[in-house]
């Protein structure tokens, strides 16, 4: 299982509409990604740190999980180029990938 992070991080100036990313950004991702994706869930930063009260260091951060690298590919090979054109539709983070295996 592979788990595909998209992480957006947090700064002073960073904008992320939440509204747009839950209820359009995420229809076009499930649109692309198809059945592909066994599974995706999308966290909001809350705070970060070992003092309450400091900011988070992402502002969001989304998570998708496929069986193998293969199906990833397939799910990205004729939709990415359109997810990517969406993004400043709901922010100016630069987005920072990492796909990484699951061991648990």
């Known amino acids: 299982m592979i788990k595909v992070s998209v992480l957006y991080k947090n700064s002073p100036d960073?904008?992320?509409?939440?509204?747009?990313?839950?209820?359009?950004?995420?229809?076009?991702?499930?649109?692309?990604?198809?059945?592909?994706?066994?599974?995706?869930?999308?966290?909001q930063g809350m705070g970060g740190g070992p003092a309450p009260g400091s900011p988070a260091p992402f502002i969001a951060m989304a998570h998708l999980y496929f069986e193998?690298?293969?199906?990833f590919g397939a799910a990205m090979a004729s939709g990415s180029e359109t997810i990517?054109?969406?993004?400043?539709n709901y922010t100016n983070c630069e987005p920072v990938i990492q796909i990484s295996q699951v061991l648990l």
């Open 68 to 71: 193998n690298m293969e199906d």
């Open 84 to 88: 990517m054109n969406d993004i400043p």
């Open 14 to 43: 960073a904008k992320f509409d939440f509204d747009y990313f839950m209820n359009s950004h995420v229809n076009l991702l499930k649109s692309v990604v198809g059945d592909k994706a066994k599974s995706m869930s999308v966290d």
